[in-house]
């Protein structure tokens, strides 16, 4: 059974940074491909970031380009979100997730993973 555990979130000011974190236990970590997702309240869960199982691989929204950083250790099974240059409009609740097969690509759709963490809020206050 694949587990997603996420920390680092927490309350920021625009502009502000933080780093979110996600431990992944249970399978291959370095043969799957792994995402960032997120849900504001009323809205729909929305892709942010993905990297593939190929090292440098990786895929970001449109509104996160140039400010959040997707990066994993496959030693210590766990992928990182580096957000910087904070929105009040990043505010969410963003969930790790494991694609459901070892693909090469950067998948972006919540379809393509099958493992999902608890999610950790993040708020950014204006």
């Known amino acids: 059974q694949v587990q997603l555990v996420e920390s680092g979130g927490g309350l920021v000011q625009a502009g502000g940074s933080l780093r979110l974190s996600c431990a992944a236990s249970g399978r291959t970590f370095s043969s799957y491909a792994m995402g960032w997702f997120r849900q504001a309240p009323g809205k729909e869960r929305e892709f942010v970031a993905t990297?593939?199982?190929?090292?440098?691989?990786?895929k970001y929204a449109d509104s996160v380009k140039g400010r959040f950083t997707i990066s994993r250790d496959n030693a210590r099974n766990t992928v990182y979100l580096q957000m910087n240059s904070l929105k009040a409009e990043d505010t969410a609740v963003y969930y790790c997730?494991?694609?459901?097969?070892?693909?090469?690509?950067?998948?972006?759709?919540?379809?393509?993973?099958?493992?999902w963490g608890q999610g950790t809020q993040v708020t950014v206050s204006s």
């Open positions: 997730a494991a694609a459901a097969t070892p693909t090469w690509g950067t998948p972006a759709g919540t379809g393509e993973y099958a493992y």
């Open positions: 990297a593939s199982k190929f090292p440098g691989n990786t």
